[in-house]
């Protein structure tokens, strides 16, 4: 292949270019604005946000939905800094992305220039890997490397921290999709004898769940699932992080297991005898007290990170490998399933113990639950849900069924106010035919609002639900379960009127305030373009049931207020 001479602004966009990226999430700064002068002839698009945080997280929903690496572009110092949260967010979720951030000249990297920060250095911990580009030439190599590091393995974000010079500076491009790294193998095909294993054991099983976390949707194994689930007749459990892998309203879907997980899975996974835990992290709102947390079972354990296997519970059979390859492997193996007895009594605990808090309000108020189902119900199948951390973030992954996968957007790991947003702005782009949705609150809403401007000038169809109880809601729960109701500094006094504020924008605000103004408000709200706020004035201290307290086994459930 043919090297050409181009300055390194140029070496990135046509880096872009082979690596079909369609749009950039980005702010310019200084550092950035040979980058920026190049993009103005490009034909890339470039979604110009208000924040650079929200530049990340929009990114980020862009790449939960496509699959692909979401791309950001942000200058020195505080715009790269800016992008620290995001970052942060993604690693932990496991989201492909790669962040370009302008840095100061090389000549003056170490001497405290005018928005120098090492951002290197503050992204160690929290990135796959990340680059000071120190040569022109170096660009391609990196730029590949970066995008096969983000998309490969163990998914993951990938910052290119670019000197100012650089830009400008001629190198040599010759750009190669397929690279080698040195030290880096991603295993994707599991160990033929552990699967074996595996199988034995699910034949010999007498009461088996499935437990599925978000590894299923990178490694878009949905499909695979429910071939396995049909054939083998076990039940599925799916994670915060692993919700639409498998479709949320078909009868071996038992719910979201942990602190605020449906009574009937966390039941499962305290009876079953064998767990197939498939790309997920067993993290602590999950397991609750771990030295309680399925000691009937053997566990068998897929994931493509073999750090993860062993991390925080003992398990019997490791499969080290790609979830999709593994689960098809086991698919060709396994015989119909012989869980009758199994399934009788899920479907007796199913009867017996419904989600809490979707009765009916009283003085002519609205519940938040019933806010959500009436989404869930108005909304079409391939909806796009995005949402920020909280009560709602609770609500909606109990209440909003869920079918397909990449269509759940919400900050897992991290638990992120301020995501659902701007992960709906990059969804929009990424699935321009679906509705989007997002669920927030009026205390996670109002950490990236700005972004209102954003989507009002760029015409996204977007419906933000804002349920508005006048509190950070989740933190109140805690002061009001476990706190004696001393709800310090978790009243949201001076909160604007969001419809106005919406207005003031160039959006459209709506506001409900009982059960008849919310359906009203949601099909008017599905019928009109552009950016649609509204404010649903909810029961201001309902709370988040069921419920394990911490450090308690997840069978130890609360289900209502009187048994505090």
Request: with cysteine; glycine share 10%.
């Amino acid at each position: 292949m043919k090297k050409k001479m181009m300055k390194g602004s140029a070496m990135i966009l046509s880096a872009l270019k082979e690596e079909g990226v369609n749009v950039v999430f980005g702010y310019p700064g200084g550092a950035v604005l040979p980058l920026y002068d190049h993009l103005f002839d490009s034909n890339l698009k470039h979604l110009l946000v208000r924040h650079e945080q929200a530049a990340v997280h929009a990114a980020d929903g862009y790449a939960r939905v496509t699959g692909q690496p979401g791309v950001v572009f942000a200058t020195s110092g505080p715009g790269a800094t800016n992008l620290v949260t995001g970052i942060a967010n993604a690693y932990m979720d496991s989201v492909p992305l790669v962040l370009i951030t302008g840095q100061v000249p090389r000549a003056f990297i170490g001497t405290d220039a005018f928005q120098e920060a090492d951002i290197t250095g503050i992204t160690m911990p929290i990135t796959k890997h990340n680059y000071l580009v120190k040569d022109a030439d170096q660009l391609p190599s990196i730029l590949s490397e970066a995008f096969y590091l983000a998309s490969t393995g163990r998914r993951g974000p990938v910052l290119i921290d670019v000197p100012k010079d650089i830009f400008d500076q001629e190198g040599h491009f010759i750009y190669n999709r397929k690279c080698e790294i040195p030290g880096y193998k991603p295993t994707y095909d599991g160990h033929v004898g552990q699967i074996s294993r595996a199988v034995k054991a699910i034949k010999n099983a007498q009461r088996p769940v499935i437990f599925g976390g978000g590894g299923l949707i990178r490694a878009g194994a949905s499909e695979v699932l429910s071939k396995l689930v049909e054939k083998a007749r076990i039940p599925v459990i799916l994670s915060l992080m692993g919700l639409g892998a498998y479709p949320g309203d078909i009868d071996l879907y038992l719910g979201m297991p942990g602190m605020h997980g449906s009574i009937t899975a966390n039941y499962a996974l305290s009876e079953a005898d064998l767990i197939i835990a498939a790309g997920v992290r067993f993290d602590d709102r999950v397991t609750g007290k771990l030295e309680s947390f399925a000691n009937n079972a053997k566990i068998i354990h897929i994931d493509i990170d073999p750090a993860e296997i062993g991390k925080n519970v003992k398990i019997d059979i490791p499969i080290v490998g790609d979830v999709r390859v593994v689960l098809e492997a086991l698919f060709q193996k396994l015989q119909p399933g012989h869980t009758v007895e199994w399934l009788r009594q899920i479907e007796n605990w199913k009867i017996n113990n419904p989600m809490p808090g979707v009765l009916k309000s009283s003085g002519g108020t609205v519940k938040p639950q019933f806010v959500i189902r009436e989404l869930s119900r108005l909304s079409k199948e391939e909806t796009v849900v995005a949402t920020d951390v909280g009560q709602h973030q609770m609500w909606a992954a109990q209440h909003f069924i869920i079918r397909k996968p990449c269509t759940f957007l919400t900050s897992g790991g991290l638990g992120t106010m301020g995501y659902g947003f701007p992960a709906a702005i990059g969804a929009r782009l990424a699935a321009p035919e679906s509705n989007v949705v997002c669920i927030t609150g009026d205390g996670s809403f109002q950490m990236n609002i700005q972004e209102l401007a954003t989507a009002v000038n760029n015409r996204l169809d977007i419906i933000i639900a804002v349920i508005n109880n006048g509190y950070l809601g989740m933190v109140r729960q805690w002061q009001d379960m476990f706190y004696n109701k001393r709800y310090s500094h978790t009243v949201l006094e001076g909160n604007p009127d969001f419809v106005r504020l919406a207005e003031a924008y160039g959006a459209k605000g709506l506001r409900a305030k009982n059960e008849e103004e919310t359906t009203a408000v949601i099909k008017q709200a599905l019928s009109e373009k552009g950016p649609v706020v509204i404010d649903f004035v909810v029961e201001p201290e309902e709370n988040v049931y069921p419920m394990v307290a911490p450090n308690c086994p997840i069978n130890d459930i609360i289900v209502g207020s009187d048994q505090l």
